[in-house]
């Protein structure tokens, strides 16, 4: 079985109850075989984020994953923001940065029945690197059918990026994504998108969306969530619906500075969370997963099911690569 190997590294926060909230298999620390459990949880790993894009059908998720994508990859061959530096102060914008190439909100989109619907029925993971932190972002249905997509994803995630349609406001499967996510104990960072839509109000959505998280029974911690308004379609982001940047440097800053690292255990013993199936003419069945303890190698033998099988390793790109490790 051949396995895609994602570097998001491990587990979860530390909060008030957080360690019986969340499955075993998000805590590592707690059954590492032969020793005893661990007191506190494993640092975090500041160069890593890994985040669950979640919000209710057409309310602009894939969107603006592809503009997230643009705008870094503009930035990266322009030479901006390539190291690590402190996400503080003003934000600066770029003026030059051009809207949306028309058809990017479709890329991640790949199966024909996707294409046909206009919709995600499958959760779908890419990568980025914004101030030299690796930004894992999987785009999820939206669509109430397809829920256990959803879930899958939210296992695989540190934080969430919740969109609500700035007309709109909050509908019935913003409830549910987002009753998951606190279940969950995930970090929000609130995306008020399509600001630039007819009859869009996007501080009534705001406002309706934070009665939706007291609603939902929400700690006052979980209460103080950072807001981004956005436009997916322009590229556009910004802290204030009426002063709007011309790119999404703003958004990507929110992740960064207010969403956390994964917690990791590198010196575990090796756990594997699989979050999809698939299978490669060429490389046979292939895992797409989460490394959350140890790590991987290409030709490791690894034991799933009771079975013993040789994993291979391939990058999100598909492209070979040694390993991976939490």
């Not at 440097?249 to 917690?263: F, M, S």
Request: charged share 25%; hydrophobic share 40%; glycine share 12%.
């Amino acid at each position: 079985m051949a396995a895609q190997i994602a570097d998001v590294g491990g587990g979860a926060r530390p909060g008030a109850g957080w360690t019986s909230r969340l499955p075993l298999s998000r805590r590592p620390w707690l059954r590492r075989s032969g020793t005893a459990a661990y007191s506190t949880a494993p640092p975090q790993r500041p160069d890593i984020r890994n985040v669950a894009i979640v919000a209710h059908v057409d309310h602009g998720k894939t969107t603006l994953v592809a503009g997230m994508l643009q705008f870094a990859r503009q930035a990266m061959e322009r030479g901006q923001l390539s190291s690590l530096v402190p996400v503080s102060g003003a934000l600066a914008s770029s003026s030059s940065a051009p809207l949306l190439d028309p058809g990017a909100g479709r890329m991640l989109d790949s199966a024909a029945l996707e294409r046909e619907r206009g919709i995600t029925i499958l959760a779908r993971n890419t990568s980025l690197r914004w101030r030299g932190v690796k930004l894992n972002v999987i785009d999820t249905p939206g669509h109430v059918d397809f829920g256990g997509e959803v879930e899958r994803a939210l296992c695989m995630a540190d934080g969430v990026l919740l969109l609500v349609d700035a007309a709109e406001g909050p509908m019935p499967q913003t409830r549910g994504v987002l009753q998951r996510a606190l279940r969950n104990d995930l970090p929000v960072v609130l995306v008020v998108n399509k600001v630039d839509r007819p009859g869009a109000d996007p501080h009534a959505a705001a406002a309706a969306t934070f009665d939706l998280f007291v609603d939902l029974g929400a700690s006052d911690e979980q209460c103080e969530y950072a807001t981004v308004f956005a436009s997916g379609a322009q590229g556009r982001a910004g802290l204030d619906p009426a002063r709007m940047e011309d790119d999404l440097q703003c958004l990507l800053d929110a992740v960064v500075r207010h969403l956390p690292g994964p917690r990791v255990e590198p010196d575990a013993p090796l756990q594997l969370l699989v979050a999809d199936l698939d299978h490669d003419p060429h490389k046979g069945r292939i895992a797409v997963g989460r490394v959350i303890a140890g790590g991987i190698s290409r030709g490791d033998e690894v034991v799933h099911g009771g079975g013993v099988e040789e994993k291979g390793g391939a990058g999100e790109d598909g492209s070979s690569r040694r390993g991976a490790s939490a």
